[in-house]
């Protein structure tokens, strides 16, 4: 890397270097240019886009402007995404009420055993049973409570990677 210094004289000329016999100037520029509206930049929305976006894929086909119209757009609504402190989003005010079809006593396709789990598969669950508990998705219910609970399923991925789904499949019936 080179650097270059730059001496400016008190004539209308500057010199490069050691070289004092060498001077340039600036010519003067005749034809106007014209500058576009500078947008301020929005320190959190880059922050955004560093922090939230940097695993993010968008599409190469979007141009420059699609791109930052996305990136606001995702950022204005930054609150329904999950995030490290809200692993779960954040959408509030639409809460889902699910009414069943069905009354009490409940037909023996709803109350299942437990599918039988290898101590792998036990204790997976065990952890995302406790990582629920702890963002308040679920609740520990009472003995003395009439809940009917689902069985829960590990569903594992070819990479290893794990999640817990509830079987539902006899609420089709």
């Given at each position: 890397m080179y650097g270059i210094d730059l001496h400016n004289n008190k004539d209308r000329y500057f010199t490069i270097g050691d070289n004092k016999r060498q001077k340039f100037a600036f010519l003067p520029f005749k034809r106007q240019i014209k500058?576009?509206?500078?947008?301020?930049?929005?320190?959190?929305?880059?922050k955004f886009k560093s922090e939230q976006l940097r695993e993010a894929e968008i599409s190469l086909h979007l141009t420059d402007k699609q791109e930052n119209e996305l990136s606001s757009l995702l950022y204005d609504h930054k609150?329904?995404?999950?995030?490290?402190?809200?692993?779960?989003?954040?959408?509030?005010?639409?809460?889902?009420e699910i009414?069943?079809?069905?009354?009490r006593p409940y037909p023996p396709l709803l109350r299942?055993?437990?599918?039988?789990?290898?101590?792998?598969?036990?204790?997976?669950?065990?952890?995302?049973?406790?990582?629920?508990?702890?963002?308040?998705?679920?609740?520990n219910a009472g003995y003395d409570e009439e809940v009917d609970i689902t069985t829960p399923v590990i569903v594992e991925w070819h990479n290893g990677k794990s999640r817990m789904v509830g079987d539902f499949r006899s609420l089709n019936i």
């Open positions: 500058v576009n509206k500078v947008s301020p930049v929005n320190l959190e929305l880059e609150g329904a995404f999950s995030s490290d402190k809200e692993p779960l989003g954040a959408i509030i005010g639409h809460e889902v009414i069943l079809n069905i009354e299942r055993p437990a599918y039988p789990a290898s101590p792998k598969s036990r204790e997976a669950l065990e952890t995302h049973i406790k990582e629920l508990l702890d963002l308040g998705v679920i609740r």
